[in-house]
């Protein structure tokens, strides 16, 4: 089964940058698309950002456009998030997830990693 690690989750000040890290293991990994979610105290889990595997095409959630970038490595199959412009909205742990191999229209993300804690002081 797939295993994911992050890391990367630190405390930083407002306006500063952070690149978060999944490296994915296991017998196959054949996900269609791996993926951010942050969850934030008081507030449901959200969309951080996704990406597809092979193609590499992105989506973002509307309150990290512009100052997020999510990108991958395939051969050491390791996700990535940039986050730049950081805001104390963003204080979150943030979670890993890798999809199902179907292209599903929302995919599904039985895997999931630890998460890592991102902490932005005001």
């Known amino acids: 089964q797939v295993r994911l690690v992050e890391s990367g989750g630190d405390l930083v000040q407002a306006g500063g940058s952070l690149r978060l890290s999944c490296v994915a293991s296991?017998?196959?990994?054949?996900?269609?698309?791996m993926a951010w979610f942050r969850q934030a105290p008081g507030k449901d889990r959200e969309l951080v950002a996704a990406i597809s595997w092979s193609g590499g095409a992105t989506v973002y959630g509307d309150s990290v456009k512009g100052r997020f970038t999510v990108s991958r490595d395939k051969a050491i199959n390791t996700l990535y998030l940039q986050m730049s412009s950081l805001k104390p909205d963003d204080t979150a742990v943030y979670y890993c997830a890798a999809s199902e191999p179907e292209d599903r229209r929302p995919p599904r993300y039985p895997y999931w990693g630890q998460g890592t804690q991102v902490t932005v002081s005001s």
């Open positions: 296991g017998r196959t990994f054949n996900s269609y698309a």
